[in-house]
T-cell receptor, first 112, second 113 residues
Framework: GESVGLHLPTLSVQEGDNSIINCAYS??????FIWYKQESGKGPQFIID?????DKRQGQRVTVLLNKTVKHLSLQIAATQPGDSAVYFC???????????FGAGTILRVKS | ETGVTQSPTHLIKTRGQQVTLRCSSQ?????VSWYQQALGQGPQFIFQ???????GRGNFPPRFSGLQFPNYSSELNVNALELDDSALYLC????????????FGPGTRLLVL
């Protein structure tokens, strides 16, 4: 079946450290992946995306890595800040672009 | 913030009632997708509307239905509400013909008593 899952439900990091959030996906035919950040009481906010023809993509303080061999996706956040505290979801765009399949989410807690 | 808006922000209904949720898509977007997010879980795809027609549906019963209007805004209707329908309902807009990602609104929190 289709599923996108996360390895760690909760991640606690010290302010200023780097954070790594991992995700495993099951559909090897998927060609587009997205990371979202969701703060309490808000909708998911787009962070960064990557297509299957890439291994790495960088944004502002964030990097997404894609390993198609083992169907693994990761989000790296540099110099983590208190404002980064949220739930992070990876999602896989399926069925000709009309359906996002989300993982369960990872809670990121930043300690000051 | 995205340009996707949803109304109302919160809603309380009783079992058996019907509810209509509304979504306005971001400027330039022609596709609206609806998701249900139960507490502590990731969003689950309900359906998508493109060119005013349903364009894909998740594992939800027929009492979940929708509409898309010529201005690309959309409604989600749920009939015969059940307690398990209590959730955050999210709308996301995108440009399907360009394969772009989906941008979410703030959601409508529905509580069914």
């Amino acid at each position: 079946g289709e599923s996108v899952g996360l390895h760690l439900p909760t991640l606690s990091v010290q302010e200023g450290d780097n954070s790594i959030i991992n995700c495993a996906y099951s559909n090897s035919a998927s060609d587009y992946f997205i990371w979202y950040k969701q703060e309490s009481g808000k909708g998911p906010q787009f962070i960064i995306d990557i297509r299957s023809n890439m291994d790495k993509r960088q944004g502002q303080r964030v990097t997404v890595l894609l390993n198609k061999t083992v169907k693994h996706l990761s989000l790296q956040i540099a110099a983590t800040q208190p404002g980064d505290s949220a739930v992070y979801f990876c999602a896989e765009l399926m069925e000709y672009g009309n359906k996002l399949v989300f993982g369960a989410g990872t809670i990121l807690r930043v300690k000051s | 913030e995205t340009g996707v808006t949803q109304s109302p922000t919160h809603l309380i209904k009783t079992r058996g009632q019907q509810v209509t949720l509304r979504c306005s898509s971001q400027s330039g977007h022609n596709t609206v997708s609806w998701y249900q997010q139960a507490l502590g879980q990731g969003p689950q795809f309900i359906f998508q509307y493109y060119r005013e027609e349903e364009n894909g549906r998740g594992n939800f019963p027929p009492r979940f239905s929708g509409l898309q209007f010529p201005n690309y805004s959309s409604e989600l209707n749920v009939n015969a509400l059940e307690l398990d329908d209590s959730a955050l309902y999210l709308c996301a807009s995108s440009r399907r013909d360009r394969g772009e990602t989906q941008y979410f609104g703030p959601g409508t929190r529905l509580l069914v008593l």
